[in-house]
DNA sequence: GTCTATACCTCGATAGAC
DNA sequence: GTCTATCGAGGTATAGAC
């Protein structure tokens, strides 16, 4: 949120409401046709305007795909980040996790272009776009880490498997539902609960 | 396996040794370049031919990209059929499900180029491709809700979510595996059984 | 800030020699 | 069954008028 103040408009990047424009459809696009199979006339036109006028705001679809790969982590980290940081110390790692999971589901279902665009297409880009993302993502993967290896110690979270390989597990499966969530069949509140639940407990009961 | 059965070869689909290492690439490539990205130069050099020659053994990429999704699903659905049909007439939901889940990931962790070009380019094809492979899918969440709906009716499954959110979350989760499994990170067994723990009884411990 | 026009390139696909 | 050569279409990106 703080990154989109009016106030302080950065110089570098100013976002006018034509750049936003773009920027959201090719996200769209992105994520529906893929980054090579969607072309600048397609973006230009979904955008309300023609394909050079692109090259305004940007210098290439490259930096396009950039900064969709970047606003696709970023909302996801921002919410995640601010529901941890909102609960009190003394909470239980099963607490901190829930609201990791909230925040990650949040993020990820209200931005589904941006997130669905993310996942989607990270494994199919150039080394070069590739080797610019992996420290961001590395980074997020070492914060889930941090919240797991605690749970661990704590004794909360199981011991016959790896923190990596829950953390692997987990948000693999989270950022699948952006595939499959559909808003109109319950309210987010309610879908995050189940989820949350079938992680922490699991599909099957035991007595 | 019996598909590929070199007694009763179809008329239909000869499979040269040429016609099939063109489709092992193009899977590859597929998978990792995304399809429209993927030209057909480059499937055909990773072949060992040049591009003209593709069209003997295919009538056009998208044939290609059909075979190569039809097998990604193929290799799935019969390991899974073959290991449940496998178990004993009295066998537990739990059971079944395991089978169903070993199964799952044995087609889909050792044929990943295959598996992988499925789930990362499903969702960017054409209508067109998309349309024809929905029933092929529809069909392989029916067996799974089959499952399911038994474990449920036995008492086995937990009853706070509907089946079809179980089986989206679990096949979803599943699926993402193929993205971050290494098998030299131990073996393929002990991967399932971990996985399997995770989802059967969550990833918190409960007394 | 957006337009039109276009340069230059590479794609999928075809034709015909071998 | 594979090759070379090439066609027409459509891609990104640029130039310059407005």
Redesign the interface.
């Known amino acids: 949120m703080a990154t989109k103040s009016r106030e302080t408009p950065t110089p570098v990047e100013v976002d006018s409401a034509t750049r936003e424009r773009i920027l959201l459809e090719a996200a769209r696009l992105f994520?529906?046709?893929?980054?090579?199979?969607t072309t600048l006339r397609e973006v230009a036109d979904a955008s309300g305007i023609k394909a050079g006028s692109i090259y305004y705001h940007f210098e290439s679809k490259d930096q396009i795909l950039g900064e969709v790969l970047d606003k696709g982590i970023q909302v996801v980290t921002d919410a995640v980040r601010q529901r941890v940081d909102a609960l009190p110390a003394g909470a239980t790692a099963?607490q901190r996790?829930a609201a990791a999971i909230e925040g990650h589901l949040w993020g990820l279902l209200h931005h589904g272009d941006f997130t669905?665009a993310n996942i989607?297409?990270y494994?199919?880009i150039p080394p070069a776009a590739k080797n610019r993302h992996r420290k961001i993502r590395r980074d997020y993967a070492d914060y889930w880490d941090g919240l797991l290896e605690d749970?661990l110690k704590r004794?909360?979270?199981?011991?016959?498997?790896s923190t990596a390989?829950?953390r692997?597990?987990?948000i693999?499966?989270l950022?699948?539902?952006v595939?499959?969530y559909n808003p109109q069949k319950g309210a987010f509140q309610d879908f995050v609960k189940?989820?949350t639940?079938?992680?922490?407990?699991?599909?099957?009961?035991?007595d």
């Open positions: 994520r529906h046709h893929g980054y090579a199979a099963r996790v669905s989607r297409i494994g199919q749970a004794g909360e979270l199981r011991s016959d498997t390989m829950v692997l597990f987990l693999g499966a950022n699948w539902t595939e499959w189940q989820i639940a079938i992680v922490f407990d699991g599909t099957f009961v035991h």
